[in-house]
């Protein structure tokens, strides 16, 4: 699991640190930063696979536009701390140049042991199992190559198989797979596709091409869990149209009629609701979702949240809807509830939301939607600010 992430100089997080739970909900008035902080997740998983340019293009953005305004550094500083069961805690950081988009300095450690370190253009790469060495050991089982190539992100996006063994595949693995669905768009879960290569896409336009990749037993999984809020519907179908293009359809019964729909034809809320919880069978360990509650019916919010809390996955979710956290038990939103807010320079803050004394006094009594909906977030950052 990952245990937080800091970041410094991305967009408007500076000195910006987030714990996170299994389930992570950020909560805040508009501009405080939400999505940005799923920007920034989405940033730190790219440079595992490399490729920014790409990523950047995706987005519509220049590499000026993920610099924050409100610093004068360049570089883009950043730390995970993960829990690797066979590991323990296991920290990855490193500092991004925001003209060549490579991390030009890296390190990943155990304590005091480094596993992987980049400095200088050249790359240490830990041959030990055994974290209980002393420097002189360490640097004696260190294999060292300098760094002649071209590349963007990590340098773990370059190394072959047998250099990124252990601590280090678990690592880029668990980094890896955080997949961002922030830019979630019914027009684009409609669109009819090729290939998915396992990838649902950032705005859900694979959707088509990835259900039907699933597979025969895929399809019928997500029928099951959509019956259960779409008692109507018989099958989730697709088919392969010309030139291999992808088309998503349903079948559904009304009384004795047989009703077959695309999904260009689909309303919202299933269209969401299947790339969501396709997404809980896929091979991603962390997924990131804005605005969780968009073109959702009220009367789903339950079957949904349920679903997303009780995922063997990662999940961090944004709101604006305090019946999101009305479905939580108290003690997940005390653990991952969190509350963003901007300081007077501008800058992006994350205190967990039942922390904050008057949010935990409240807790008490009501529940966590009535809390939320019983505090007025305009004002709320100057307790925070009262409390340091």
């Known amino acids: 699991m990952i245990k937080s992430i800091w970041i410094d100089n991305f967009k408007s997080l500076v000195n910006f640190e987030l714990p996170l739970s299994k389930f992570t909900c950020l909560v805040g008035l508009n501009g405080a930063g939400k999505s940005t902080v799923l920007q920034a997740m989405d940033f730190i998983s ?89 420097a002189e050991q360490e640097k004696s089982l260190l294999e060292r190559f300098t760094i002649m190539f071209e590349y963007q992100g990590s340098i773990l996006s370059q190394l072959k198989s047998n250099q990124t063994e252990g601590v280090l595949y678990s690592l880029k693995g668990a980094i890896s797979k955080i997949q961002s669905l922030d830019l979630l768009s019914p027009e684009l879960l409609r669109n009819q596709t090729k290939l998915s290569n396992g990838q649902l896409g950032i705005g859900g336009q694979k959707l088509s091409s990835f259900i039907h990749e699933s597979g025969k037993e895929g399809k019928s999984t997500l029928k099951n869990e959509l019956k259960n809020v779409y008692s109507q519907l018989d099958s989730i179908d697709t088919k392969s149209l010309r030139a291999g293009w992808k088309q998503l ?22 269209l969401r609701l299947m790339a969501i919880l396709s997404q809980l069978e896929s091979n991603s360990e962390f997924l990131l979702f804005d605005e969780i509650e968009n073109g959702i019916n009220p009367e789903l919010i339950e079957f949904l949240i349920d679903h997303l809390v009780k995922s063997k996955k990662q999940v961090m979710v944004t709101t604006h809807s305090p019946m999101i956290l009305n479905f939580l038990e108290d003690e997940i939103a005390k653990q991952g509830v969190v509350y963003l807010y901007k300081t007077e320079k501008g800058f992006t803050k994350a205190k ?25 977030l305009t004002h709320l950052y100057q307790e925070i600010a009262d409390l340091q």
């Open 249 to 270: 359809e349903i079948t559904e019964h009304y009384g004795e009629q047989k009703l077959k729909t695309t999904a260009r034809h689909m309303n919202d809320g299933m």
């Open 46 to 134: 790219q440079l595992t696979v490399g490729n920014l340019d790409e990523w950047l293009k995706i987005r519509n953005w220049d590499a000026a536009d993920i610099n924050s305004k409100l610093t004068k550094e360049s570089n883009i500083e950043f730390k995970v701390v993960l829990d690797i069961p066979e590991a323990g805690e296991v920290v990855w950081s490193g500092s991004v140049n925001r003209t060549t988009l490579r991390c030009t300095q890296e390190r990943v450690s155990i304590g005091p042991t480094n596993y992987l370190k980049v400095e200088d253009g050249q790359c240490y790469l830990g041959k030990y199992n055994s974290r209980n060495i002393s």
């Open 352 to 376: 967990k939301l039942f922390e904050i004394p008057s949010q935990a006094k409240k807790l008490e009594v009501m529940g966590p939607g009535e809390v939320f909906i019983d505090t007025d």
